[in-house]
Every structure is written in C-alpha cells, then in structure tokens.
C-alpha cells in the first residue's frame, strides 16, 4: 500500500503564502457541505468540502481523485455561506497546486495544459486561427480604439460558441461603439489553469497577456466571458495589469439605457435566466442581464427557485468542462429539467462554458425539443435592426 501523504501542513503553508489565512479558522460547522450543489445530486457523490479540507490532513488514500478534490467547480456557494470567511476555493487551489506538484491532476486536465502550453488555449487549437470566428465581419484590429473585444478561447474556436462572439461583434459595431481585436497573438487569460492548480502557467500566461495589452495601447477592455471578466479584473492587477474591464452585459445594459442598443423586434417566448457564477454570485453582476431581458418586447421572464448568491451552478467551472460527469450527476442536468418544468422556451445565459453545459444536459431530457439554450447576446442581435 502507497504510504500516506500528509497533505495539510503543506496547503495549510500554500494557502497562507497565497492569502494570509490560516484554515484552521474553520470550525467544522457544515455550512459548506450543506450548501454545495453536489449535496443537491441524484446520485450520492463522495464529494464533501469540509472532509475534503481535513482527508489532507488523514492524508487518505484517494483524496486527489476526479470525484473529490477535482469535483469543486469553484461556484463560491459554499464561500457565501461560510461564518468564518474561509477562502475555500483558494483552499481547493493550494490544494490542487500541491497535487500538480507530484504530477497527480487528472488525464484530461493534463492535456489541457498540454494545449495551453503549446498553443495559449486550452481546447488543443491552432493558435494561428484565434480569430477565425470574425470571417468576413470586417472587425478592425485593435489600434487606438476606446475598447478591445477579448474573445475568450471558447468563443474563439468552438463552433456553438463562434456565433455568440459573432452576435456580440455585430451588434457593437451596429451600436457605434469603438473597439478593435487583437487575436491572434492573445493567449487564453488563465481562469481555469489557475484554478487547476498550475499557478506557473497561469502567471506566463497573465504576464504575456499583460504586456501584449500595454504595448498595444490597451486601457478598457470588454469580454465576451464571465471567466476572463474575473481574472482581468480581480486577478491581473496582481501582476501589474491595472485595465477597465467589461462584461458584454453591463455594457449593452448601458447602452440601452443611453439608446444606443434598441431592441425594436418583438420575441413572444418565456425566456428564464441562468446565472453564471463569475458572473453573478463571484463579480455580483445580477442586474444587467436581467435589465437586457425586460428591454426586449414580449419576452415573458421566469426566474429560477433560486437565484443571484444562491443560484445553481452549471458544474462548468473550476476546470470540470474539461472532465467527465456522468449524466445525471451534472448540476446543469438540474438546471435544464428545473426550466423545462417551467415551461420555459428559452433558457438563457451569458457565459460559454454554461452553454456547453446546459445544452448537453437539454440533449439528454428534451427530446421533443421544446427548449432552446441562447445567449443573451444572440437574443439580442435577433431584436436589434
Ligand atoms: S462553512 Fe466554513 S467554518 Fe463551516 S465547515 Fe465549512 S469552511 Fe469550515
Ligand atoms: S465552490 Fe461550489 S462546488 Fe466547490 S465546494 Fe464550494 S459549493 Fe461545492
């Protein structure tokens, strides 16, 4: 039998070099456990944040398994509802940080640094072709406009995700904002290697990023992701990339208000709003989506039982896209039948990792395809002139 590894003195050191905090603050009450979405699962998941936090310390065996350490999908619900302001998902970053360490991540995970080492994304894709989305969309390369449009690199590659960068592009320029792209020489911001535990990576590929933006010129920036929105602005300023950061949807709900964006098109559809947890609960950007929604005319808006801080997560965070979830394991699996048993038309967000996840889990439950997922920006390139 391997001998056992004793895991906790050493996150408990990677944890305090990181944020100061010491986890033994934690009190072992269970609000984190109670209030994680996979308590919420069908089938029982061995998955426990508060045993996760102390099977370092018992150093047992399988602690480091894709259904354990690797099942976080960092939503931050547990961080909300935590007493002791413990840094959980920092937590689980030191902790898979210390597991990269030994070479112990996940098969899948493994190639994914693979393709972000040799190409700069994440999705094993010819880093030459980033900007193969924009064909024949006449988009001006960053110069000296007011914004850069960052396309993250699931929006750059993935077809599905290619027409939400597509709807977002046209209805800017339609709009009359100023903004370029860079593309091809961009790398992917780094959300999920940071949160795989690559913390080398992740600072290459910051630091490369950094210096591409300052010496283009670059000081706002829009993103078409809830993930890159997060990292540009709460973890690039770290490492000296101080830039204005946007998510589309706060900006288009400006640009409503100032009437630059007029949805005139009617769409007589229930539309019900899946928030995006960097977007939401982690950024707490829960007006703006909802603002666009009740500009366009006739949509009928439903909400989830739960929404804002307490929404369900999708399960396509923390790096678990790249991963295998059993169907019916995945929370989107939850989230797809919740809207189909409100007889929702379209289930609606404004994140790509969210669209992949609920439009695989509507595959398995709506066979009569009676739901479509949409992103909020292809709704609105639908409404507009
Ligand atoms: S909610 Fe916070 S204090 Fe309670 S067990 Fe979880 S991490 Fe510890
Ligand atoms: S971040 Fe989300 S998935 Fe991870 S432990 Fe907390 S509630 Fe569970």
């Known amino acids: 039998m391997p001998e056992a590894i004793n895991y906790f003195d050493e996150v408990r050191e990677v944890v305090q070099e990181m944020g100061g905090q010491d986890i033994t603050v934690c009190m072992q009450c269970g609000l984190c456990s109670g209030s994680c979405p996979w308590g919420r699962m069908e089938k029982e998941s061995p998955f426990s944040i508060r045993q ?9 065996e399988g602690f480091e398994s894709d259904d354990i350490l690797y099942a976080c999908t960092t939503c931050g619900q547990c961080v909300v509802r935590c ?52 064909k024949d969309l006449d988009i001006p390369t960053y110069t000296d406009q007011e914004y ?34 860079i593309g091809n020489e961009e790398k992917c911001c780094g959300e999920a290697v940071r949160k795989i535990g690559a913390e080398e990576e992740f600072t290459a590929l910051a630091e490369h990023n950094i210096e591409l933006f300052k010496e283009k010129g670059v000081k706002k920036i829009i993103t078409t992701s809830p993930h890159c929105f997060y990292t540009f602005k709460n973890e690039y300023p770290e490492l000296g990339g101080e830039f204005e950061v946007i998510h589309y949807t706060e900006l288009y709900a ?11 098109k009617g769409l007589a559809k229930k539309v019900i709003y899946h928030e995006p947890c960097y977007l939401g609960r982690h950024s707490k950007v829960f007006e703006a989506p909802r ?48 809207a189909m048993d409100k007889e929702a038309d379209y289930l609606v967000t404004a994140c790509p990792y969210c669209i992949v996840m609920l439009e695989d889990s509507l595959k398995n439950i709506d066979k009569d395809e009676k739901m479509a997922v949409k992103d909020i920006s292809e709704l609105i390139s639908e409404a507009i002139d």
Request: hydrophobic share 40%; net charge positive; with cysteine.
């Open 83 to 134: 007493p002791r302001d413990v840094k959980i998902i920092d937590i689980v970053r030191a902790m898979r940080s210390v597991v990269a360490e030994t070479g112990g991540i996940p098969k899948n995970l493994k190639a994914v640094l693979g393709s972000i080492n040799s190409q700069g994304n994440p999705w094993s894709q010819d880093s030459e072709k980033r900007t193969i989305w924009a």
């Open 52 to 60: 996760m936090l102390y099977m370092g310390r018992l150093g047992l």
């Open 254 to 264: 400006n640009l409503i208000k100032e009437g630059q964006i007029k949805p005139v």
């Open 291 to 338: 603002e666009i929604l009740s500009a366009i005319p006739e949509v009928q808006n439903i909400e989830f039982d739960k929404t804002k801080d307490n929404s369900m997560c999708c399960s396509g965070g923390g790096a678990r896209i790249w991963m295998e979830t059993e169907a019916g394991l995945r929370f989107s699996d939850v989230k797809a039948q919740e």
């Open 148 to 181: 850069l449009l960052y396309v993250c690199c699931t929006s750059a590659f993935d077809g599905r995700s290619q027409k939400i960068a597509r709807a977002i592009a046209t209805t800017l320029q339609k709009s009359g904002v100023s903004f370029g792209i």
